[in-house]
């Protein structure tokens, strides 16, 4: 058995195809007949422009256009004048090959565009290596893509680009296997779209099977079982036919609104890391975002997003949420999570230290820019603010105070914003949970982080292996001090979500209906579970 990073679940059994990708060299020798290389390129260009139209309609026929315009960017590619242009160029001033000619250029723009600080920018520079790959192997006028004719069949490939895996014929290939690529990389977000089981990041795989070996792919556990017994198959078999089952019951959930037994409408929500995970919560039925971790936008790269990248992040999220609810977390950096261009203080205890809002108020400077992107956002959707880490009231109208100054500046330069944003706290320092009853009268909602609130109730470090069987959600206390939060909101008439792991938790839902938390908020793909045990509620 090999195990590697469940990228898409479900499980599958069927025959190896190793997808090998012939490798193309590139000469460097110089053409005499400068013409002739030219009309090669351009023969090229429309084979790939054909090819590309092809793929983009098969994509938009299985992922939806959203999806598909991934291939619609691949072919203003080749429309693009600096880019195929460039190529043309080289052809002609330096006599090179068209082969030579495309690689060069890629090299250059693809320097370029790793280079850049947006991170969406940055990869933007795959987009343009997969582009390059079939001109060039238009050029040498080797075929395209592979073709897979038996049904049952499993791709084994050292990777799997986003044409690769959109070309996948979903009536033969019931799973894929790569050697890279992680959860987030591009073929495993298609995998999860087509519902095709994945694992990747298996290193060797592409040597470890051969072609016709018979494979089990576990995409829950990210196994992959190579030439299994009978007994094992038929353990999978039900396995499979169990997940099918399931996943086809909490489909029909998607548009369901949850409603417990007794008659309480409840929200749930998804949340995100980063503007493009909107679609997985709207995929997956979430009445909202129920937290946006916005230091995901701050990280990987050399310095602090722009008042403008945040505002067009965040107006991204609330015009795809149409309406439903935002909630946005001002940054919460610190702890377990730093900035290489923001050195912070050694401290004995980063996690009591300074982070999140203490940081915030601390620099204002940094602390204002997301503000004003936020207030500057939210006329285009139903906005909420969260500040973390509150511990008391004087933190929460300090951060009110910087707000205010930020209205006033945007009014000044005649910037509109929404009066009907509504502000909130996060509850994930047990001081703020039992104060919960006198916040409650200045907020207009509380988020229970359960991540924190566990390990400050119980003084186990959420990141410690030794202390993991300490981290109890269930422990009374925690549960004293969570029925605490939703009691003193509520006795002010302001609702209460949680946005920790806990809101996701099977074992914890139940309990948590019962004390009559008005909003789950979790990782998209556990919305339609939860959606089904919170329906079972009274
Ligand atoms: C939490 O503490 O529960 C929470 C949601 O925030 P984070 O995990 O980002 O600290
Ligand atoms: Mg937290």
Redesign the pocket.
């Known amino acids: 058995m090999k195990k590697g990073i469940a990228a898409s679940k479900g499980y599958a059994i069927g025959k190896v195809f190793i997808q090998e990708h012939e490798e193309i060299v590139i000469s460097d020798a110089k053409v005499t007949d400068i013409q002739a290389e030219k009309e090669k390129l351009q023969k090229a260009l429309v084979a790939s422009r054909e090819q590309l139209e092809k793929i983009k309609a098969k994509a938009v026929e299985s992922m939806g256009e959203e999806k598909a315009q991934v291939f619609e960017a691949h072919i203003t590619l080749l429309d693009d004048p600096e880019f195929t242009g460039a190529m043309e160029l080289e052809i002609d001033n330096n006599s090179s090959n068209a082969m030579k000619a495309v690689s060069d250029v890629t090299n250059t723009f693809v320097m370029i565009f790793e280079s850049m600080e947006d991170a969406y920018m940055r990869e933007r520079a795959a987009d343009i290596k997969d582009v390059s790959k079939r001109i060039i192997a238009n050029v040498a006028g080797k075929a395209e893509g592979f073709e897979i004719t038996e049904a049952n069949t499993i791709v084994v490939a050292h990777d799997l680009t986003p044409s690769d895996t959109a070309q996948l014929d979903r009536s033969k290939v019931v799973a894929f296997l790569t050697n890279i690529g992680g959860r987030t990389s591009h073929s495993a977000i298609m995998a999860r779209t087509l519902e095709i089981p994945a694992v990747v990041g298996l290193k060797d795989i592409t040597t470890t099977v051969k072609n016709g070996d018979v494979v089990i792919v576990d995409g829950i556990d990210g196994d992959v079982i190579i030439n299994p017994d009978q007994a094992t198959i038929d353990e999978y078999v039900a396995k499979r036919e169990n997940f099918i089952k399931e996943q086809e019951e909490l489909k029909k959930l998607i548009e369901v609104k949850t409603v417990t037994k007794s008659g309480k409408r409840v929200e749930v929500c998804g949340?995100i890391g980063k503007p493009e995970d909107v679609h997985q919560v709207l995929a997956n039925g979430g009445d909202g975002v129920g937290?946006f971790?916005t230091e995901f936008l701050y990280m990987d790269r050399d310095s602090a997003p722009t008042e403008e990248e945040q505002y067009a992040s965040y107006k991204y999220v609330l015009e795809k949420m149409e309406g439903k609810q935002v909630v946005i977390r001002t940054l919460?950096i610190g702890?377990d999570k730093t900035l290489p261009y923001l050195p912070l203080p050694e401290e004995m205890n980063p996690f009591l230290g300074y982070r999140a809002i203490r940081l915030c108020l601390d620099r204002k400077e940094i602390f204002k820019v997301q503000l004003r992107a936020l207030l500057r956002a939210s006329i285009y959707g139903n906005l909420c603010v969260m500040f973390?880490m509150i511990s008391g009231l004087e933190e929460f109208l300090q951060a009110k105070e910087v707000v205010d100054e930020c209205k006033a500046e945007l009014k000044a330069e005649g910037k509109e914003y929404s009066e009907k944003i509504q502000w909130g706290i996060?509850v994930?320092i047990p001081a703020a949970a039992v104060y919960a009853d006198e916040l409650a009268k200045h907020v207009d909602f509380f988020s229970?982080?359960?991540?924190?609130?566990i390990q400050y109730t119980l003084a186990a470090d959420r990141m410690s292996e030794k202390v993991s069987y300490l981290y109890n959600p269930m422990h009374p206390a925690v549960l004293r001090l969570i029925k605490m939060t939703i009691d003193g909101a509520h006795k002010h008439g302001k609702w209460v979500g949680m946005?920790?792991?806990m809101a996701g938790d099977e074992t914890a839902i139940p309990t948590l209906v019962e004390y009559g938390l008005d909003e789950f908020s979790m990782s998209a793909s556990s919305i339609l579970n939860a959606k089904k045990i919170i329906m079972e509620q009274e």
């Open positions: 949340n937290l971790r919460d702890g973390p996060m994930e229970i982080g359960t991540n924190d609130l946005c920790g792991e």
